[in-house]
């Protein structure tokens, strides 16, 4: 259960204007609920909790993972972007052994590794480097098939595992996550005879780490999926509750006061490394989904302590458009405590006996303050600890609360026309056909 603290924020939003905010968020749930408002051919991600653990989806992609352990895979190659891999990729950040590679903890379960995130030549030799030594298989997500950066990689990929295991093979060691009926992938899947999971037209990208798109890879990680989706399914009842204690209402309604007045950049924080892509994942989610018409709070992540160290001085004394949410854990799931040491040259044997995390802790509630005292107002979201039950809530309660803070915006949360420039231009400097004069009026600025 994610649990929403606002007393961060009291000094800085009245009980009057928070009121008049929870009104307004609580009006949006309702057009959310209804499914009356901009973008509701998009909300199919409301229900996959409930709906995925009554039906077959995880047993399915369990399935493609025992396949695949027969055959010795001890790599997977997902291919994705934004959306389509930033939810495993938080994932499998937060749920593995920070240090498996250096361990050499192989387990049972193939190591995931990522492409089609990006367009570096470099990333990709490099990553072949490791293919070439492993024994591969390949997930490619996309509902089209004709992304650019997942496209040109599921290129390199298909062709070398088709070299290297034959065609028929190889068939058994791809998988597409992709469109139930049209497109490039899907008309490839069906051609070569891969096994496929659909991504069904109601569910943006960015809202799609509870179907096949993040299902497969934290599977096929050897993590627990129905924990995850049971904690989802939980915050999917207690964020439909049409009351002042929905967090996902409260979460909303404070960050849209807060905006109105004047606080511009929202910092998601955490104090444990685990969490760092939950960053990474969570701006995609809220800059894809309200930054639109010149609105939207600009979504920035940092973790602390380490950040402190680099970004404190700004967060603390800089331009006072900020705020903060910090996801706070309650619980380490290891522990250490620190010794005494006779010579206490660093002057630390106060902390003789103490637990690491208490540290944190303290870290954690030291710059709580300091940030409020320095004019940063800061809402605190705690869990108990980092495990899959924990954060499936995490994602539902970010994506419910999205969708929320986007109709109280005044926006749709569920389109992202603006992500289309950039693809335009670079087609027509990479010579696509049927771009020759938008090239060349490109060229001549260049």
């Known amino acids: 259960m994610v649990k929403v603290n606002l007393g961060g924020c009291s000094s800085f939003v009245n009980d009057a204007d928070y009121k008049a905010y929870v009104e307004k968020s609580l009006a949006a749930l309702e ?3 209804n499914e009356t408002g901009a973008g509701n051919d998009f909300l199919g991600w409301k229900h996959l909790p409930s709906e995925t653990l009554n039906g077959t989806l995880v047993s399915d992609c369990e399935a493609i993972r025992d396949l695949w352990k027969s055959k010795g895979v001890d790599l997977v190659v997902v291919i994705g972007i934004g959306g389509s891999y930033l939810g495993a990729k938080c994932a499998l950040e937060a749920l593995s052994h920070q240090f498996a590679k250096q361990l050499k903890n192989k387990g049972e379960a193939p190591e995931i590794v990522f492409a089609g995130q990006n367009l570096s030549e470099e990333y990709m030799c490099e990553l072949m480097d490791l293919v070439q030594e492993r024994n591969a298989a390949c997930v490619v997500i996309s509902k089209s098939g004709t992304t650019t950066e997942p496209a040109v990689a599921f290129r390199l990929i298909k062709k070398y595992i088709e070299e290297k295991y034959g065609k028929a093979e190889a068939a058994e060691r791809i998988v597409a ?24 037209d109601n569910v943006g990208g960015r809202f799609s780490v509870l179907t096949p798109v993040g299902i497969l890879p934290i599977v096929l990680a050897g993590f627990d999926m129905n924990a995850m989706l049971q904690g989802a399914l939980e915050m999917e009842k207690a964020c439909a509750q049409p009351s002042e204690e929905n967090p996902a209402v409260q979460y ?14 929202e910092i998601l924080v955490a104090y444990n490394p685990k969490l760092t892509f939950l960053g990474e994942w969570w701006k995609q989610l809220y800059g894809e989904s309200e930054g639109k018409n010149g609105l939207g709070i600009f979504p920035a992540s940092v973790n602390f302590t380490t950040d402190l160290h680099s970004m404190g001085q700004y967060i603390q004394d800089g331009e006072r458009t900020l705020m903060e949410t910090v996801v706070t854990v309650e619980n380490s799931n ?14 630390l044997n106060f902390l003789t006996g103490k637990h690491v995390e208490e540290c944190n802790a303290m870290a954690e509630l030291g710059t709580k303050l300091a940030h409020i005292d320095g004019g940063v107002p800061q809402i605190s979201l705690s ?64």
Do not use: H, W
């Open 334 to 347: 290891r522990s250490m405590l620190i010794e005494n040491d006779p010579q206490n040259l660093d002057g």
């Open 177 to 200: 996550v992709t469109d139930k009926a049209r497109g490039a992938l899907k008309g490839l899947a069906t051609q070569e005879g891969y096994s496929t999971f659909v991504i069904e």
């Open 252 to 265: 909303a309604a404070m960050r849209n006061a807060l905006y109105n007045q004047g606080k511009k950049i």
């Open 31 to 33: 057009v959310l609920e």
């Open 383 to 446: 869990i108990e600890r980092v495990n899959e039950y924990n954060l499936g809530a995490l994602f539902y309660f970010f994506e419910k609360a999205c969708g929320i803070s986007g109709y109280v915006l005044g926006v749709n949360p569920f389109d992202q026309p603006g992500v289309e420039a950039y693809k335009k231009n670079m087609f027509a400097l990479l010579g696509k056909p049927g771009y020759e004069e938008q090239a060349e009026a490109l060229r001549a600025r260049l």
